[in-house]
């Protein structure tokens, strides 16, 4: 009898502990859930908000009329729109530029100084960005590259080139260095051995690099601040300015749409990202 009633007491007890620890991680998962997914909810309601006074929880008028203005082809999102792209696109250009040539070359274990050549490129990453692009403004004032869309390109490949660089660097040795040497013992000249064998192979991380040094040109607005105000206005400091005068519907949308390219070419980044190319970061 006495062990019965132990028997049913620990099992009570058992079946308490398992109820307690599933309305603690419940709770848990609700807590994550408002932290990751809470603001992204309040920008969605701000997007579609036309009136939000205190002391109401929930907006009094909803509607598109600020979607109309922002997409009215004489609106100042438009212009920053197409500004933003522009600039995004031409960073890209020049960072493939550099990053191809410099990343086959460090992706070769013999060449001289790699590491230092390397960590070259993590040197803007290892100050504070407000003093590097605070000097970098000094800088481009003295050759009259402040308020110019050449100073924000370069600007941002400065800051771009670290992602460029040392992806290309993984992508090209990930490459078979077998195939190469066949290419070669084959009679192929060193050109066309690297643009039909072995930049074939490092194209999915290269264009995973682009991709990179795109999203970080769109959202860029330290670097753009500093060189391009007031002449270079992008969709970054048109949501600055937005918020700076509390017209945050203009400001929500301008984020919701820097924010669905980053979701997009995240998606992207996960299938052409391999895991051989992954594992050679940083060697």
């Known amino acids: 009898m006495s062990t019965t009633r132990n028997s049913s007491l620990f099992d009570r007890l ?5 109820r307690l620890n599933f309305w603690l991680q419940s709770l848990f998962i609700l807590l994550l859930a408002l932290v990751l997914f809470g603001p992204i909810v309040n920008l969605l309601i701000w997007t579609v908000t036309e009136t939000w006074y205190f002391p109401h929880s929930l907006p009094t008028q909803w509607g598109f009329k600020y979607w109309h203005q922002v997409f009215n082809p004489y609106s100042d999102v438009s212009s920053s729109l197409l500004t933003s792209l522009l600039i995004a696109v031409l960073t890209v250009l020049v960072c493939l530029l550099v990053s191809v040539p410099a990343g086959y070359a460090l992706s070769k274990q013999s060449m001289p100084f790699r590491v230092f050549w390397m960590l070259l490129f993590l040197i803007p990453q290892a100050f504070p960005n407000l003093t590097v692009y605070m000097n970098i403004a000094r800088l481009f004032y003295d050759f009259g590259l402040n308020g ?6 370069l600007v941002h490949s400065v800051h771009g080139l670290m992602f460029s660089i040392w992806i290309s660097v993984a992508a090209f ?32 991380g290269l264009v995973a690099s682009c991709i990179f ?6 959202d860029e607005f330290t670097g753009t601040f500093f060189v391009g105000a007031p002449n270079i206005s992008t969709l970054p400091l048109l949501l600055y300015t937005a918020s700076m005068e509390g017209n945050y519907q203009i400001a929500s949308i301008t984020a ?3 924010l669905v390219p980053s979701i997009l070419f995240m998606v992207i980044i996960h299938k052409f990202m391999r895991p051989e190319m992954l594992s050679k970061l940083g060697k």
């Open 14 to 18: 058992r079946v308490r502990s398992l």
């Open 148 to 153: 110019t869309l050449l100073g924000v390109i």
């Open 173 to 204: 040795s990930s490459t078979d260095p077998m195939l190469e040497r066949a290419s070669r013992n084959l009679g192929a000249g060193p050109f066309y051995t690297f643009f039909h064998i072995v930049l074939p192979q490092a194209a999915p």
């Open 213 to 218: 040094v795109f999203l970080e040109s769109l």
């Open 256 to 258: 919701l749409i820097l």
